[in-house]
């Protein structure tokens, strides 16, 4: 992918779009996420894990992570990782969320955040079950 005007505090990189075909808007900056930690979903060549899903963390999604091996919730202070609590928004890898949807444990979605490679590894219909971003 191009990365070569700035989005979202992105640090000089092409506007990406979200899910919804609109201009990607930020995740968190509180905790700081993003593959690129500029607080959106961007992705690009570099982002082998396409962290692309802008998810609201819940317990049950964080025991889920955890019990697969990718313990989210835990600090990680050497990297600058506080370890997340449920309501924290976060950059989610797309493979990752399907396989929690798959298991029954998929987090809460934030549609305008969430990258549109996600598409790739899940459909809109699947991600709008989830929405927190929804009228």
Do not use: I
């Not at 979202?8 to 593959?35: A, D, I, M, W």
């Not at 949807?101 to 809109?124: F, H, I």
């Amino acid at each position: 992918m191009d990365r070569d005007s700035d989005q979202g505090g992105g640090g000089g990189r092409r506007p990406q779009r979200n899910v919804l075909g609109e201009l990607l808007k930020p995740c968190s900056t509180r905790p700081v996420t993003g593959f690129y930690r500029d607080g959106c979903c961007n992705t690009g060549a570099e982002d082998r894990g396409v962290h692309t899903v802008c998810v609201e963390m819940t317990a049950e999604f964080l025991a889920f992570s955890k019990a697969s091996g990718n313990d989210l919730s835990t600090p990680v202070p050497e990297f600058g990782f506080p370890g997340l609590k449920p309501g924290d928004r976060w950059c989610l890898c797309a493979p990752r969320w399907k396989e929690a949807l798959d298991a029954g444990n998929a987090p809460r979605v934030v549609l305008g955040a969430t990258q549109e490679a996600t598409l790739e590894y899940a459909s809109l219909e699947e991600l709008k079950k989830f929405a927190v971003d929804l009228m």
